[in-house]
Structure formats: structure tokens, C-alpha cells
């Protein structure tokens, strides 16, 4: 089946910083998600991306759909506590259907 | 509106016991979809819905069997329940590209 490499696994930040993160196939998609997912609840969606070379921001989150249709990073500006949680990016290849990413893990370095 | 409701929020099972996790909507969404979440391994689709009285299996569907006889409910029924299957699931729906996340339901099959 289709699977995304999402890169970094998990990551230290500390307030702030600016935060990347990135996701790739080996296969093209036709849009390209965001999602966020505190402790103890489901994914929320971020920002979502519908065409090749598309750069978009949600506040302080910014997502770019790569060129290649085949990548995609999320950046995150100035991180607050609030940031902690796992971040999937997920890709949409036909109809509704969703492939993810293993997630990003954001936690706060003490 | 509640948006999508999983219940129960947790739930321990002998090996080859059966349960069913419920999950509700209550935004009209033809497409409804269910989701398995382990460490490290992002979520996995296990099956998805269209519409109400068509279903088909996603990436991972052996051993779970689902139904959908209404557009609001779409229970996902573990027959025979086997450790491999201690896992979050989530319960989605969604009208367009866009899909909402139930809160999930924590399974432990001992």
C-alpha cells in the first residue's frame, strides 16, 4: 500500500522556536493534510493543501503542497507551550480516502 | 451538534471475546471511516462507509466487520477479539475533504 515518511519522529522544542517538519511518498497525492492530535483525543484538522506549489497559514502554521506532489512540510513559528502534541500529515490519493503519516511527536524541553 | 460521538471511551476484553464500538454523527456526512492508531505507526483505515447500506474494507480489516444501516451510526464490531488488536480507534466522518475525529474509543484485549 501507499506510505508516507514523516520526518522528525519526535522533537524537543522550547518557547519560541520554529519548528519543522516534513512529509514524503512515493506516490503523487491530490491533496495533502495537516492534522494535529492533543493526549486523549482525536486529530483536528490544520490545514489542508489542494494544489502543487500551494503555500498556506493557519496563524502561525505555515504548509507548503511540494511541487513534486509527492512532499509536504509544516512549519510552525514562534512555538508555544500549547504546540506539544503529535502532528500527522496525511495524504488523499482519490475519493476521501486518507493515508498517514506516523506522526511527529512535539514535546517541551525542560 | 455533538459532531462524532465514540463510546465507550475504554474498554478491556478477554481473548476471543466480541464487543461492538459505537459511533455516531450527527452532521449528515455520507462518509464514514474507522481507524486503528498504534505507536509509531500513524493511523491505519480498517474500513470505510460512502453511504448508508455500502461499506468496503480499508488497510487493515481482518477481524473487524462493520455495517451501516443508517448515515448517522457506523458500529465497528470485533468478532473474536486477539491482543494484536489493543489499539485506539477512531471513528471519522466527513462531507467533503475534511474529516472530523471522533474522541476514540482505548481497547485492551488481554
Known amino acids: 500500500g501507499q506510505q508516507l515518511n514523516q520526518s522528525p519522529q519526535s522533537m524537543f522544542i522550547q518557547e519560541g522556536e520554529d519548528v519543522s517538519m516534513n512529509c514524503t511518498s512515493s506516490s503523487i497525492f491530490n491533496t495533502w493534510l495537516w492534522y494535529k492530535q492533543d493526549p486523549g483525543e482525536g486529530p483536528v484538522l490544520l490545514i489542508a493543501l489542494y494544489k502543487a506549489g500551494e503555500l498556506t497559514s493557519n496563524g502561525r502554521l505555515t504548509a507548503q503542497f511540494g511541487i513534486t506532489r509527492k512532499d509536504s512540510f509544516l512549519n510552525i513559528s514562534a512555538s508555544i507551550p500549547s504546540d506539544v502534541g503529535i502532528y500527522f500529515c496525511a495524504g488523499q490519493p482519490w475519493g476521501n480516502k486518507l493515508v498517514f503519516g506516523a506522526g511527529t511527536i512535539l514535546r517541551v524541553k525542560s | 451538534n455533538a459532531g462524532v460521538t465514540q463510546t465507550p471511551k475504554f474498554q478491556v476484553l478477554k481473548t476471543g471475546q466480541s464487543m461492538t464500538l459505537q459511533c455516531a454523527q450527527d452532521m449528515n456526512h455520507e462518509y464514514m471511516s474507522w481507524y486503528r492508531q498504534d505507536p509509531g505507526m500513524g493511523l491505519r483505515l480498517i474500513h470505510y462507509s460512502v453511504g448508508a447500506g455500502i461499506t468496503d474494507q480499508g488497510e487493515v480489516p481482518n477481524g473487524y466487520n462493520v455495517s451501516r444501516s443508517t448515515t448517522e451510526d457506523f458500529p465497528l464490531r470485533l468478532l473474536s477479539a486477539a491482543p494484536s488488536q489493543t489499539s485506539v480507534y477512531f471513528c471519522?466522518?466527513?462531507?467533503?475533504?475534511?474529516?472530523?475525529f471522533g474522541p476514540g474509543t482505548r481497547l485492551t484485549v488481554l
Open positions: 471519522a466522518s466527513s462531507a467533503g475533504l475534511e474529516q472530523f
